[in-house]
């Protein structure tokens, strides 16, 4: 099977989703989640096209002999020790967090994506990021600043959680049943790559035009105005 990688004009293999499965297992993809899902350095694995090929992987029976059930289970768990980790990660840090500089691996403008996400959907932003790359890896770390009530993230932690990392994989295992998913499986993780940095590129762009946008003078002087 050919891979998004070589579609691609070829690619490091630690971002091939099969490669990952065929090479560590259910111990990989298990690493891989809890990394990506609040330990900065899983930034860049690629969880969402992970899961989808773990599950279509189980529906084939190659790589991957564990019930479904199982690796369902495992991952939801992986998944919200990593938020877990985040989130204790960002409350102890703290504020530092924001000073810290740049780096290949590390972008102020990451945190403040993140942070912005989460100043606009609160708790909720630990649900929904997790269907966001980049922004799920630091959502539970700007938790953690914000001194979010445990108990509160708790609650959506495990949810995000067990919806993201079960929905995901169910999706891939019914769908690499049907016969074109199987014939176009390259494609079809290619699809997934694109749809799960789309929210990312539109949120990019929404930034830079309210950076190239000068503000009115109403808006300016805080009052807007009126038409009677």
Not at 181 to 207: H, T
Request: charged share 15%; with cysteine; net charge positive.
């Amino acid at each position: 099977m050919s891979t998004p990688q070589a579609l691609l004009g070829g690619g490091p293999s630690f971002i091939d989703p099969e490669w990952l499965i065929s090479t560590f297992g259910l111990i990989g993809i298990l690493a891989i989640i809890f990394a990506e899902s609040g330990v900065l350095i899983g930034l860049f694995l690629p969880g969402d096209s992970l899961l989808f090929t773990a599950g279509l992987l189980v529906a084939d029976g190659r790589y991957l002999h564990q019930p479904l059930w199982l690796v369902c289970l495992l991952v939801a768990v992986a998944a919200i020790a990593g938020d877990q980790v985040g989130y204790l990660f960002g409350k102890r840090v703290g504020p530092s967090l924001f000073r810290r500089p740049n780096s290949r691996l590390f972008k102020q403008e990451n945190v403040h994506r993140a942070n912005a996400f989460f100043a606009r959907y609160g708790a909720r932003s630990i649900v929904l990021a997790r269907f966001v790359p980049v922004v799920r890896t630091f959502t539970p770390v700007i938790a953690g600043v914000s001194r979010m009530h445990y108990r509160t993230f708790l609650t959506y932690n495990v949810l995000g959680g067990i919806l993201w990392g079960t929905g995901v994989t169910v999706l891939g295992y019914f769908l690499g049943q049907i016969s074109f998913v199987k014939s176009n499986i390259e494609l079809i993780l290619i699809a997934i790559v694109v749809v799960s940095v789309l929210p990312i590129g539109i949120q990019l762009l929404r930034s830079r035009r309210r950076a190239a946008t000068p503000p009115t003078e109403a808006t300016v002087s805080g009052n807007p105005s009126r038409t009677d």
